[in-house]
């Protein structure tokens, strides 16, 4: 949440601040701000998406050669111009951005208040960059050396840029659970909240560890400190020829590119294959993740115990990381997370490791403080996801966990392991006729567009892909809908069932199928308008669908991956009806670095 992308050296800082920040937009997109030096400071905000302040931006002032720029996701206070960053002290000397939330922010801000210091936004970051000037000032500190005490005082998470006028050939930096990138470049310095936005300037980044302080100046040195402004060494990464895509190409989103990229992303997933080891001592397998990267895990856990015969929980990671489980040496805490930088699921994997856990994430993106923290990682290999609804993510979280499952079983039955592995070489091709067919679900999206909810059935591991396309309606869409397992519509939610209801019911065949049939004919005969996701070749009775949607036959064990890739589709046209935007939709970020 919040991106953050500043500029220190000989080039015009503005270009490299819109650029970047319009890369970090999937972060947070509800105000955007700059402040670039040049003499005087030129500090520039604006509520909305990153092109309101381009557009704001185009008659101000915007030259100079160092600056910082920030594209917010609210946190504290609402979205509008005066709580977009850059802040400033005071005293007008100091400005910062900030991604992160400082926890403590009131008690610091009284003690503020009562030392004469007057607030003008809501946020908890005008209470960070008043603190370090109090300490500036009251104890007559270098910026520096203010920062890092007003670090030590803050509790929460932070990566910040300080700029201080008195000092303008530099800008400071810090970070603790936020992501931080340094791009170093030649006689110039980037700092971003990932490496995408540095791609095509720098060629060597550090991935800046918590509590860790940068100085920079506009030569392009750099140096690291400790908070107690001890020098230290960071490890040096190349991304020399990293090839970071970010274009929509031909489509008309990201998310539709995305979803049609998942041919391809299985593919490649298929063909390299997986480096991860589940290891001899383990009794179970404790899942942790949050939103579709949980859903991903609900479906592993059905398939791992199925296939392979181990123990699995899912736990949401928000949970999980509070409610004090009992764990020990022989639980494998294994993380999903597409982005590798979620609050809870770090939080989440944190607490497993010092409970003595081992420890494992699946995720896409390299080099994220989950990639980082835990004993074994296994990447996606989806390439960006820029969408915030996510999808070909999923897919390969789910081809991962295929990967898992053979493997387990190469080692105890051969067999089974050579039958499912056939099974998923027929993933990729299945995955485009999926996307090919179906031209119908446009016209049910529209249908469906008319409604206010929606609710989503399925039995088995059909289940979870109900709650994922429920969630995937919900995000873009704005419709109300909810997954539930198909069993228990009559405990409660069939009340809601009525004429004005959709029902999307998902069925394959496997052992749920009458099952499920028989919940959804129970919809209908409340007069709920059925929508029926099954594979080609399932009768049903001819009265019970208002529509259908056919999927290519395929095996129960990738069936999950081809019968979400409907309700991706059902989802994202049903957003387009409504004229909404799917890759940004209201009040969400794609990576979600706040509990
Ligand atoms: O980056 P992560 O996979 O850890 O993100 C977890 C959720 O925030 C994410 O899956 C969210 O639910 C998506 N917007 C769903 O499309």
């Given at each position: 949440?919040c991106?953050?992308?500043?500029?220190?050296?000989k080039k015009?800082?503005?270009?490299?601040?819109?650029?970047?920040?319009?890369?970090?937009?999937?972060?947070g997109?509800?105000?955007?701000?700059?402040?670039i030096?040049?003499?005087?400071?030129?500090?520039?905000?604006?509520?909305?998406?990153?092109?309101?302040?381009?557009?704001?931006?185009?008659?101000?002032?915007?030259?100079?050669?160092?600056g910082?720029?920030?594209?917010?996701?609210?946190?504290?206070?609402?979205?509008?111009?005066i709580?977009?960053?850059?802040?400033?002290?005071?005293?007008?000397?100091?400005?910062?951005?900030?991604?992160?939330?400082?926890?403590?922010?009131?008690?610091?801000?009284e003690?503020?208040?009562?030392?004469?210091?007057?607030?003008?936004?809501?946020?908890?970051?005008?209470?960070?960059?008043?603190?370090?000037?109090w300490?500036?000032?009251?104890?007559?500190?270098?910026?520096?050396?203010?920062?890092?005490?007003?670090?030590?005082?803050?509790e929460?998470?932070?990566?910040?840029?300080?700029?201080?006028?008195?000092?303008?050939?530099?800008?400071?930096?810090?970070?603790?659970?936020?992501?931080m990138?340094?791009?170093?470049?030649?006689?110039?310095?980037?700092?971003?909240?990932?490496?995408?936005?540095?791609?095509?300037?720098?060629?060597?980044?550090?991935?800046?560890?918590?509590?860790?302080i940068?100085?920079?100046?506009?030569?392009?040195?750099?140096?690291?400190?400790?908070?107690?402004?001890?020098?230290?060494?960071?490890?040096?990464?190349?991304?020399?020829?990293?090839?970071?895509?970010?274009?929509?190409?031909?489509?008309?989103?990201?998310?539709?590119?995305?979803?049609?990229?998942?041919t391809?992303?299985?593919?490649?997933?298929?063909?390299?294959?997986?480096?991860?080891?589940?290891?001899?001592n383990?009794?179970?397998?404790?899942?942790?993740?949050?939103?579709?990267?949980?859903?991903?895990?609900?479906?592993?856990?059905?398939?791992?115990?199925?296939?392979?015969?181990?123990?699995?929980?899912?736990?949401?990671?928000?949970?999980?990381?509070?409610?004090?489980?009992?764990?020990?040496?022989?639980?494998?805490?294994l993380?999903?997370?597409?982005?590798?930088?979620?609050?809870?699921?770090?939080?989440?994997?944190?607490?497993?490791?010092?409970?003595?856990?081992?420890?494992?994430a699946?995720?896409?993106?390299?080099?994220?403080?989950?990639?980082?923290?835990?004993?074994q990682?296994?990447?996606?290999?989806?390439?960006?996801?820029?969408?915030?609804?996510?999808?070909?993510?999923?897919?390969?979280?789910?081809?991962?966990?295929?990967?898992?499952?053979?493997?387990?079983?190469?080692?105890?039955?051969?067999?089974?392991?050579?039958?499912?592995?056939?099974?998923?070489?027929?993933?990729?091709?299945?995955?485009?006729?999926?996307?090919?067919?179906?031209?119908?679900?446009?016209?049910?999206?529209?249908?469906?567009?008319?409604?206010?909810?929606?609710?989503?059935?399925?039995?088995?591991?059909?289940?979870?892909?109900?709650?994922?396309?429920?969630?995937?309606?919900?995000e873009?869409?704005?419709?109300?809908?909810?997954?539930?397992?198909?069993?228990?519509?009559?405990?409660?939610?069939?009340?809601?069932?009525?004429?004005?209801?959709?029902?999307?019911?998902?069925?394959?065949?496997?052992?749920?199928?009458?099952?499920?049939?028989?919940?959804?004919?129970?919809?209908?005969?409340?007069?709920?308008?059925?929508?029926?996701?099954?594979?080609?070749?399932?009768?049903?009775?001819?009265?019970?669908?208002?529509?259908?949607?056919?999927?290519?036959?395929?095996?129960?064990?990738?069936?999950?991956?081809?019968?979400?890739?409907?309700?991706?589709?059902?989802?994202?046209?049903?957003?387009?009806?409504?004229?909404?935007?799917?890759?940004?939709?209201?009040?969400?970020?794609?990576?979600v670095?706040?509990?």
């Amino acid at each position: 949440m919040c991106g953050i992308m500043a500029y220190i050296g000989k080039k015009q800082a503005y270009p490299i601040l819109l650029n970047g920040l319009k890369k970090l937009e999937y972060r947070g997109y509800d105000s955007s701000g700059v402040a670039i030096m040049n003499g005087s400071l030129s500090l520039l905000k604006k509520e909305g998406k990153v092109q309101a302040l381009e557009t704001f931006a185009e008659t101000r002032k915007t030259e100079g050669n160092i600056g910082i720029g920030h594209t917010r996701w609210a946190t504290h206070g609402i979205p509008s111009d005066i709580n977009a960053h850059p802040h400033q002290s005071q005293s007008e000397r100091l400005t910062i951005v900030h991604n992160g939330i400082i926890e403590n922010h009131e008690p610091l801000k009284e003690m503020l208040i009562k030392h004469g210091y007057k607030f003008q936004s809501s946020t908890d970051t005008e209470v960070l960059v008043q603190l370090i000037e109090w300490y500036q000032k009251r104890y007559n500190l270098t910026t520096i050396v203010a920062f890092s005490r007003a670090l030590q005082d803050v509790e929460g998470s932070f990566a910040v840029v300080l700029f201080d006028v008195y000092d303008p050939t530099k800008l400071f930096a810090a970070r603790r659970q936020s992501p931080m990138v340094l791009g170093i470049g030649e006689k110039e310095c980037m700092i971003s909240s990932d490496a995408m936005p540095l791609a095509p300037y720098v060629d060597q980044v550090v991935y800046v560890e918590d509590d860790v302080i940068i100085e920079t100046d506009d030569t392009g040195e750099y140096k690291f400190f400790d908070l107690n402004l001890t020098q230290i060494d960071q490890p040096i990464s190349d991304i020399k020829n990293a090839s970071i895509a970010y274009d929509m190409g031909e489509f008309e989103s990201f998310m539709l590119k995305e979803v049609h990229e998942q041919t391809e992303a299985a593919h490649r997933l298929i063909t390299s294959g997986i480096d991860i080891n589940i290891g001899k001592n383990i009794d179970r397998i404790i899942i942790t993740a949050c939103g579709t990267s949980w859903h991903s895990g609900l479906i592993a856990e059905y398939m791992i115990e199925k296939f392979a015969r181990i123990n699995v929980e899912v736990e949401y990671a928000s949970e999980f990381r509070y409610r004090d489980p009992v764990l020990s040496s022989r639980d494998l805490v294994l993380g999903i997370s597409q982005s590798g930088e979620t609050a809870d699921t770090i939080a989440a994997l944190q607490m497993a490791k010092n409970a003595g856990c081992k420890t494992m994430a699946i995720v896409n993106t390299a080099n994220s403080t989950i990639a980082r923290m835990v004993d074994q990682v296994s990447l996606l290999n989806a390439g960006p996801e820029i969408g915030v609804a996510s999808t070909k993510a999923f897919t390969n979280q789910l081809v991962t966990f295929c990967l898992l499952i053979i493997n387990l079983l190469e080692d105890s039955n051969i067999d089974l392991a050579y039958d499912l592995k056939s099974e998923l070489q027929k993933l990729p091709s299945l995955i485009s006729r999926t996307l090919k067919a179906n031209e119908n679900i446009v016209d049910i999206a529209a249908y469906i567009s008319q409604y206010k909810s929606a609710i989503f059935l399925g039995r088995g591991t059909m289940y979870p892909v109900a709650l994922e396309g429920a969630l995937k309606l919900k995000e873009i869409s704005y419709i109300h809908a909810e997954g539930y397992p198909a069993g228990e519509m009559k405990h409660g939610p069939i009340a809601l069932v009525d004429n004005k209801m959709p029902i999307i019911g998902i069925c394959n065949e496997d052992k749920h199928l009458s099952k499920t049939i028989s919940n959804i004919q129970e919809m209908k005969a409340r007069n709920g308008i059925i929508i029926l996701l099954k594979s080609e070749g399932i009768h049903i009775p001819k009265e019970l669908a208002d529509f259908v949607i056919e999927t290519p036959r395929c095996h129960e064990f990738i069936a999950p991956i081809i019968q979400n890739i409907p309700l991706q589709l059902l989802a994202y046209h049903t957003a387009t009806t409504l004229e909404l935007d799917v890759d940004k939709p209201r009040n969400l970020a794609k990576s979600v670095t706040v509990e």
